[in-house]
């Protein structure tokens, strides 16, 4: 909708301007700072995997995230791929927990 011209975007939810979309502002640039929000996917395993194992998976991972292909295809869904570390990714996902208990809390948001 938005490429058709039906809707106009305000802004885009991430601390950087989105490439597919990069005439939309970040909330920062349009007056709203530190909100900053980011979807992820990442593939997860098991506490305990032996370390091989994980090794291999993630090789095999950025194997495949490297595929032009593959890349494109993510980016035609407005996806960016990192293919970080597992003690990268690590740290992404216990950001994201962090701030949203933070939320969660200022909030006073609590499940039934």
Same mark, same amino acid.
């Given at each position: 909708?938005?490429?058709?011209?039906?809707?106009r975007p305000l802004a885009v939810a991430t601390a950087q #301007?989105?490439?597919?979309l990069p005439d939309v502002p970040t909330?920062?640039?349009s007056g709203v700072p530190g909100y900053a929000v +980011?979807?992820?996917?990442?593939?997860?395993?098991?506490?305990?995997?032996?370390?091989?194992? #994980?090794?291999k998976l993630h090789k095999a991972s950025? +194997?495949?995230l490297a595929d032009p292909q593959l #890349? +494109? #295809?993510?980016?035609?869904?407005?996806?960016?791929?990192?293919?970080?570390?597992?003690? +990268?990714f690590g740290a992404v996902i216990l950001k994201d927990v962090?701030?949203?208990k933070q939320v969660a809390a200022s909030s006073q948001i609590s499940l039934d």
């Open positions: 909708h938005i490429k058709s011209g039906k809707i #301007r989105s490439s597919e909330f920062a640039e +980011q979807a992820w996917n990442g593939l997860l395993a098991p506490k305990g995997l032996p370390k091989d194992i #994980r090794d950025v +194997q495949a #890349r +494109q #295809r993510l980016a035609e869904l407005g996806g960016t791929v990192v293919a970080n570390t597992p003690e +990268q962090t701030t949203w």
